[in-house]
């Protein structure tokens, strides 16, 4: 198994709500933190969230503030990620990614990547 697996991507209606999770195999997350990016097609792939060891979570994409919701949850080695109210500009591929015990400060880049999940992908059109 890769070490970062996503899941949860589907095809919804504008207004609709999914879950995605990241699934860790061979090391624990509890000691990184983890980001969520996304790519919409012909776009550049762009970091929306971070939330680091502490569980502490930092939006740098305005537009997913107040809609998108991070989580831990250790016994499964897992991170979701929550995702209401969807507008057809949400469409796209999601990825998660571990980096360090900590996000940064000021943006949000590929550099801090590690190690990256294969993708999935959300599509919400009506």
């Known amino acids: 198994q890769p070490p970062l697996v996503e899941s949860g991507g589907d095809v919804v209606q504008p207004g609709g709500s999914l879950r995605l999770s990241c699934v860790a195999s061979?090391?624990?997350?509890?000691?990184?933190?983890i980001g969520w990016f996304r790519q919409a097609p012909g776009k550049e792939r762009e970091g929306m969230l971070c939330t680091d060891k502490q569980g502490e979570t930092t939006a740098f994409v305005d537009s997913v503030k107040g809609r998108f919701i991070v989580s831990r949850d250790s016994a499964k080695n897992t991170v979701t990620l929550q995702m209401n109210s969807l507008k057809s500009d949400d469409t796209g591929v999601y990825y998660c990614?571990?980096?360090?015990?900590?996000?940064?400060?000021?943006?949000?880049?590929?550099?801090?990547?590690?190690?990256w999940g294969l993708g999935t992908q959300v599509t919400v059109s009506s």
């Open positions: 990614a571990r980096g360090g015990p900590w996000c940064p400060s000021f943006g949000f880049t590929r550099a801090w990547v590690d190690y």
């Open positions: 061979g090391f624990s997350l509890d000691a990184h933190a």
